[in-house]
C-alpha cells in the first residue's frame, strides 16, 4: 500500500463545477503540499500547509493532522484548471518527500 | 525574476553511457532538491542540499546516480553506465532554506530517454 494515496485517480468535470480531490497518508508528516503540474509537464506549487485550512483564489486546501488526510477544493472550476494535482507530504525528520500518483483534472467548457 | 533552469532540457543517450544534468537554482535559494518522475508513475524524490551541509542522498536508487552543488548554487545530477530503466523527467527544485514553511519551486525538467 501506497504511503500516500489520492483519490479519484481520474476527474471530469464541467466548466462551473465544484471540484474535490483527496489524499490520505499513513506516515508521520511535518507538511503537506498540493502540486498542479500542467499537461506541458511544468509543475507549480499550489499549497504547503500543516495544519487547518488554505485558501488562495478560488482553490482551498485543508488538512485534518488526526485523521491523515487531505482535501483541495476548487470552486467554479475552469477549462485552465485542468492538469494533473499531486498530493505530497513530507516526512517528520523533514527530510524525503513521498508522493501520491496524482490526480488527473480534465474541465470541459 | 528567473526561476528554477535546468539543462538540457531532453537528453537521449545509449544504454552504458554515463549523464549529467545541470539545475540553477533560484539566486539566494540555499535548499536544492533533485525529483525523478518516471513514465506512468509518479514523483520519486533522490536527494536534497541545504547550503553547505554534507546532501542527504537517502533517495538515490543506486550508486550509478550521484550528485554534487558547487558553491552552494549550482548542482549536477551525473548518472553513470546508465539504463533503459533510468528513463524519466528529472526535476529540480529549490527554496529559500530547507524547512517546512518555505515553499519549493520546480524547474521544468529534463526528460532522459535511455535507448
Redesign the interface.
Known sequence: KNEVEQSPQNLTAQEGEFITINCSYSVGI??L?W?QQHPG?????LF?L?SGKKKHGRLIATINIQEKHSSLHITASHPRDSAVY?C?V?GEN?????????TRLTVKP | GAGVSQSPSNKVTEKGKDVELRCDPISGHTALYWYRQSLGQGLEFLIYFQGNSAPDKSGLPSDRFSAERTGGSVSTLTIQRTQQEDSAVYLCASSLAHRVSYEQYFGPGTRLTVT
Do not use: Q, Y
Open positions: 511535518s507538511a503540499h502540486l509537464g511544468g509543475i507549480v506549487s504547503m500543516s499531486i505530497a513530507r523533514n527530510n524525503d518527500m513521498r508522493f501520491g500518483a496524482g
